[in-house]
């Protein structure tokens, strides 16, 4: 038997023990409601034992249900998603979502007509990623995605970081887009005083602090202006790599000249030929608060280093010295 | 590598991935006798690949089900960079991994049921079919049985494989050939018994 031949019959079998549910999900598919959430006619199984379930519940004795609703309505976790939207979901340790906030207007948009309180954090995350990506906030222009983990039991927000930042580059590998994600575990104390001053999320001021402390030629309020995605490509910047952050992906410079174009700017600059230009690194940065490119080469007996403006290619700064 | 992978898999996809875009562009407008169309050409792949994960047929047939649910509400969010059936087994991954999620949560399994070996109602298939999907649930790892799944029924390249299991290509190779040696000699032990 062929490999061919072996995985035809393999495949036959599969096909032949395939159950047909076409008629159920014709008879579904209209009334489908809530479009990124699966599991919620799964309830309607259970719809006759949850009526006698609930009348069991109230005879048990309000002192026991008390004490499990304390328990369950407990905030364990904080779940944090910045694109540009800012989206805080609270959890209990069952990991069930108690509450959604929008922390600023675009998010409202995204949150809007979404049920997500009683979801598990996996759905809602899943519903999330999926809203941001239909209202156009993940696309080629800004691909970088925040997520940041509050935790009492930084063992567990850890490991809840690192799930949520697979599931997120799962769903966003299927539908074709290539994002960055950038993921950190937050200890929402420390910041909280710095992101109520800059009215920014606890994410986004723990991202700035562990950019400063790797690069202190930045400020924090000139960062706290910037998009995830311009704070992507500053990480994405050997000089100033962050350990805390887990990075996935590459930020996209699209919205920008390009390395290739801010190299040809710069050389036309200087009045050289690319082909006498030798030890070039270009890499994106934030500089004279702008984003630039940071073009440094040289040729001849010359050293030269360009600031390029990363939208407009407009030469910002430059300087020139020569080799002793 | 790659030249070889492609040699490998070209003679045995399947499914047009052109064919199956157009149904995603009738999807996403709403016409619902394309839903019925991408149903026929791919639910065996997302029933045997979600099998693969759950190893529990009631679980898959609700996954089956959902996973079109999910793909007729989704459809206008498909872009047609990706292949529809990647996207599709995706959407079937992330479901099927829920399912496993829930069962985790709401059933205290005892260890020992938690390899209890594979059973494939006696309603689905004939006794011989079911006997080989059986035998490569129980057979095989995790890892062959769904690069074996994907690759047979779904017709998936490997380099898919790689990217939809997050594993590099020379493994997902491996494996795969490693996989295809275990049925064989199943299927052998079986037709010599005969």
Known sequence: MTDRELELRFKKAVEACTPDVLDKVMAECDNYQDKVIPFERKQNYFRKFTAIAAACVVIAGAGIFGFLNLSASRVASIVSLEVNPSIELKINKDEEVLEANAMNADAEEILAGMKLKGLDIHTA???????????????????????????????????????????????????????????????GEVVDAVSQEYQISHGKAALIEHILAANSNYTFEELSKLSVNELSLIISNPKNQVEAVKATGEATEQAYIGAEQANMIAFAHAGIEESSVYDLEVEIDYEYHMMVYDVEFESGDVEYEYFINAMTGEVVEYEKEYAE | MIFLALLQTTQIAYNAGSHLDALMSRLAVGDKDALAELYHETRAAVYGFSLSITKNPAD?????????????????????????????????????????REKKR??????????????????AGNTEDRHLLEAALNILTDEERHIILLHAVSGLKHREIAELLDMALATVLSKYHRALKKLRKYIEGVEAND
């Open chain 1, 125 to 187: 995350t899943n519903a999330l990623i999926g809203s941001l990506l239909k209202h156009g906030y993940i696309d080629e222009l800004a691909n970088s995605i925040l997520l940041s983990v509050e935790d009492e039991d930084s063992v567990r927000g850890d490991a809840l970081q690192e799930t949520l930042s697979e599931e997120i580059n799962a769903i966003l590998t299927g539908a074709s887009v290539n994002a960055s994600i950038l993921s950190q575990y937050v200890d």
């Open chain 2, 106 to 123: 709401h059933q205290d399994l005892e260890p020992e049921e938690w390899d209890m070996s594979f059973h494939i109602p006696d309603t």
């Open chain 2, 60 to 100: 898959s047939e609700d996954v089956l089900q959902e996973t079109y649910l999910k793909i007729w509400a989704n459809a206008e969010r498909y872009t047609a960079k990706g292949t529809p059936m990647s996207w599709i087994l995706t959407i079937a991954k992330n479901l099927s991994l829920m399912k496993l």
